[in-house]
């Protein structure tokens, strides 16, 4: 079956500009995680959502950073007036169910390059 | 938030040698975890150990949570040339959340 799906695979934009990042999980899977990933280090945990909800977006960095599941499937993730810090793999990852002990499946990333 | 240091952070080694990587933490950890990532992609699920000191193998991989579930070691034997890549161990904070290590990037030449 599909995996998760991340679009675009690689964005570049320009210091201030708005981008939008999305995920497709793999069908039927309610967790969905993403997670920043900078060039040597391994992922930083960003927003987990349990359905629709964004049960813990502690990870976010500042309020230039939101992410939405409407529907419970597909997710966005957004960050406004873009930084030259915020460059990194921006990863996917769902799940079937919520649990620490569950295995996430991740997407290929997106690499966001800010100019 | 918990911390979890892996070492080393790179290695070479030859085709056929043994290695081990190490994950780190002073605090514990109810599950840890074991990827491996390759370029251009996720993360890849390798293991989840869950009791302190289990061991779990996984063809030529042995994975080991310490006693006290603040520590874990991968050791690869006979490695080959596809095990290189990028290791991580991702430690679980609280019952859904995982706080991944700093990495061990593993190369094995021919």
């Known amino acids: 079956g599909a995996g998760v799906s991340q679009t675009p695979s690689n964005k570049v934009t320009e210091k201030g500009k708005y981008v939008e990042l999305r995920c497709d999980p793999i069908?039927?899977?309610?967790?969905l995680y993403w997670y920043r990933q900078s060039l040597g280090q391994g992922p930083e945990f960003l927003i987990y959502?349990?359905?629709?909800?964004?049960?813990?977006d502690s990870g976010l960095p500042n309020d230039r950073f939101f992410a939405v599941r409407p529907e419970g499937s597909v997710s966005t993730l957004k960050i406004q007036r873009t930084e030259r810090g915020d460059s990194a793999v921006y990863l996917c990852?769902?799940?079937?169910?919520?649990?620490?002990?569950?295995?996430?499946?991740f997407g290929p990333g997106t690499r966001l390059l800010v100019l | 938030t918990q911390l979890l240091e892996q070492s080393p952070q790179f290695l070479s080694i030859q085709e056929g040698e043994n290695l081990t990587v190490y994950c780190n933490s002073s605090?514990?950890?109810?599950?840890l975890q074991w990827y491996r990532q390759e370029p251009g992609e996720g993360p890849v699920l390798l293991v989840t150990?869950?009791?302190?000191?289990e061991v779990k193998k996984l063809k030529r991989l042995t994975f080991q949570f310490g006693d006290a579930r603040k520590d874990s070691s991968l050791h690869i034997t006979a490695a080959q040339t596809g095990d290189t890549g990028l290791y991580l161990c991702?430690?679980?904070?609280?019952?859904?959340?995982?706080?991944f290590g700093t990495g061990t990037r593993l190369k094995v030449l021919a």
């Open positions: 990852a769902s799940s079937s169910l919520a649990g620490a002990q569950e295995t996430q499946y």
């Open positions: 069908s039927g899977h309610t967790a």
């Open positions: 959502f349990q359905g629709t909800g964004a049960a813990d």
């Open positions: 605090s514990v950890f109810s599950s």
């Open positions: 150990v869950v009791t302190g000191g």
């Open positions: 991702a430690g679980a904070e609280g019952t859904y959340k995982y706080i």
